[in-house]
Nanobody, 121 residues
């Protein structure tokens, strides 16, 4: 069972990045996928989640209208499109799986290793 994030990098404010979360060793279809982020010295916080059943999506208020979560079950992957990026979006971003979308890290079982996003001019 493995989750691997990719797509992070350095971008100027107002820019965009698309993060990918590739699953291997299990079918991502059966799980909700959450994206979390953690900035230095801060707790890990939920950013977005997409359900397994009907594809319902959820967003933290801080990213609503700027980030879009999606999934492609045929590719066993999930994505986070991040637009209009701000310096405060700078963090390590992680994907994780759970049965039902939740904002609590304790409800998630498998985690990726993270990908760094840095937004700076």
């Amino acid at each position: 069972v493995q989750l691997v994030e990719s797509g992070g990098g350095f971008v100027q404010p107002g820019g965009s990045l698309r993060l990918s979360c590739a699953a291997s060793g299990f079918d991502l279809d059966y799980y909700a996928v959450g994206w979390f982020r953690q900035a230095p010295g801060k707790e890990r916080e939920g950013v977005s989640c997409i359900s397994s059943s009907d594809g319902s999506t959820f967003y933290a208020d801080s990213v609503k209208g700027r980030f879009t979560i999606s999934r492609d079950n045929a590719k066993n992957a999930a994505y986070l499109q991040m637009d209009s990026l701000k310096p405060e979006d700078t963090a390590a971003y992680y994907c994780a799986t759970t049965l039902y979308c939740s904002w609590s890290t304790h409800d998630y079982g498998d985690w990726g290793q993270g990908t760094q996003v840095t937004v700076s001019s």
